[in-house]
T-cell receptor, first 111, second 113 residues
């Protein structure tokens, strides 16, 4: 299933369904955003990024949407797989080459 | 992760000990960062460096120091470790130019008893 709206710390999704992970950012002047995936025991791994002059960007099975009006960022994962189970972080560029990270959403994929 | 290596991967130490965590990279990036991660919290920036001669404090630098020995090496030191410095520590690298993406190492799990 899908979860939209407010940021949730956890998301449980059925294998094969689409996932939507939400993030609210704080600085209206932020011009660059990144989504990271962190698997247990590993460092954050870059998934996809988007600049503020775009509303949408697509990668392989992932789409990032940016709504600057309400300062909201979302990550959509198509056909969620067991390997997608991880913690997902959004990050915004808040200063010169510095990133500010959200608390993360733990995604669990049910078989 | 292979582009950024961190040593040690795990370390248990006692209060008051001096600890050094090391980070090295093979990408030739100018920018290097040290972050700390605590359960339920996002990553917080400790220190960052844009060049060998450039060191900057992040949001939680108290109790930490760094050294940029070469473009490829950036070490983090805890001069006198305390239990609330128990955390996961990540090194990250970033390239020059408009792309501000940062790439992370595998992390060091530090426990201070």
């Amino acid at each position: 299933g899908e979860n939209v709206g407010l940021h949730l710390p956890t998301l449980s999704v059925q294998e094969g369904d689409n996932s939507i992970i939400n993030c609210a950012y704080s600085n209206s002047a932020s011009d660059y955003f990144i989504w990271y995936k962190q698997e247990s025991g590993k460092g954050p791994q870059f998934i996809i990024d988007i600049r503020s002059n775009m509303d949408k960007r697509q990668g392989q099975r992932v789409t990032v949407l940016l709504n600057k009006t309400v300062k909201h960022l979302s990550l959509q994962i198509a056909a969620t797989q067991p390997g997608d189970s991880a913690v997902y972080f959004c990050a915004e560029k808040t200063g010169d080459y510095k990133l500010s990270f959200g608390a993360g959403t733990t995604v669990t994929v049910r078989a | 992760d292979a582009d950024v290596t961190q040593t040690p991967r795990n370390r248990i130490t006692k209060t008051g000990k001096r600890i050094m965590l090391e980070c090295s990279q093979t990408k030739g990036h100018d920018r290097m960062y040290w972050y700390r991660q605590d359960p339920g919290l996002g990553l917080r920036l400790i220190y960052y460096s844009f060049d060998v001669k450039d060191i900057n404090k992040g949001e939680i630098s108290d109790g930490y120091s760094v050294s940029r020995q070469a473009q490829a090496k950036f070490s983090l030191s805890l001069e006198s470790a305390i239990p609330n410095q128990t955390a996961l520590y990540f090194c990250a690298i970033g390239g020059r130019g408009a792309a501000d993406t940062q790439y992370f190492g595998p992390g060091t799990r530090l426990t201070v008893l």
